[in-house]
């Protein structure tokens, strides 16, 4: 469970996760606000993208849609994987269940004995680097550790596909660092690859994580840029980004697209057409020309 696995170049893979023509709008008449227009998003099997854009700009509305948490108003999500998996920014862990028994949770709701569930907690628990914290409650763990204890929790089924909006986002620096790290090693250290969409602020946590790394064009209503492909081996480390060259090329093209999106914002024309970035723009490369 812990090698690496060859990972199938993702544009060879099957359709996971499309996103036809997704709009959503919340509220009716005059106070209605549309939050996403014209979403076009194709994640393949064992792909892992991030979502990129500023606070407020409909990531988290994005990803509930993504999800199937939400429906959409206009067009289509079409999900075609089973086994879903969220982290959300909050830990979300049950207060009166101690850390191991709250990895095992799901694990027992979908009937792994007592036993193997356990085990299975034990394990995940070290891999996240809490070993011998199982005890504990959440109140006794740090913001990090409750993140850990998440983290575990998420990968305790196996999912085939992760949903992840800002996991790390309200940890400090260096525990977001290292967060991050133990999320692409557990990554790469399934089985099968698995499909993962994240929601993120962060430049460098997406070019550390992602594949693919999609600017979102700050609205409202939200829309999508041009990808930024990132083609380096995963699992990748902090270490090896900071001099690496195409990660350097990654880099300037998210930020001159989210800089580009956050230029566009006030720009909505009077007939409601939009005027962001069209989502159909080809994919850059990171690579150096
Ligand atoms: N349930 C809701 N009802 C009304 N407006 C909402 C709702 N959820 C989100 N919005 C609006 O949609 C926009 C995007 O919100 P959100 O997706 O939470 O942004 P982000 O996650 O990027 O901070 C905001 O203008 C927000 O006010
Ligand atoms: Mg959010």
Known sequence: MTATVEHRPAQLAPPAVVLREVGKTFGTGPDAVTALRDIKLTVRAGEFVCLIGASGCGKSTLLNVVAGLEEPTTGEVDLRTARPSFMFQESALLPWLTAGRNVELPLQLSGVGRRERRERAESLL???????????????????????????????????????????????????????????????????????????????????????????????????????????????????????????????????????????????????APTALSAAEPAVSGKPA
Request: glycine letters at 6%; one cysteine or more; proline letters at 7%.
């Open 126 to 272: 070290s891999l996240v680097r809490l070993d011998g914290q199982g005890r504990k409650r959440p109140h006794e763990l740090s913001g990090g550790m409750r993140q850990r204890v998440s983290l575990a929790r998420a990968f305790a089924t196996e999912p085939r596909v992760l949903f992840l909006d800002e996991p790390f986002g309200a940890l400090d620096a260096l525990t977001r660092d290292t967060l991050q790290q133990d999320l692409a090693q557990l990554c790469a250290g399934r089985e099968r690859p698995v499909t993962t969409v994240m929601i993120t602020n962060s430049v460098e946590e997406a070019i550390l994580l992602s594949d693919r790394i999609v600017p979102i064009v700050t609205g409202p209503p939200a829309s999508l840029g041009s990808p930024i492909v990132v083609e380096l081996e995963r699992p990748r480390t902090l270490a090896q980004l900071a001099h690496d060259e195409q990660a350097t090329h990654a880099r300037a093209h998210v930020v001159a697209a989210l800089t580009a999106s956050m230029q566009r914002r006030p720009r909505t024309s009077s007939t409601g």
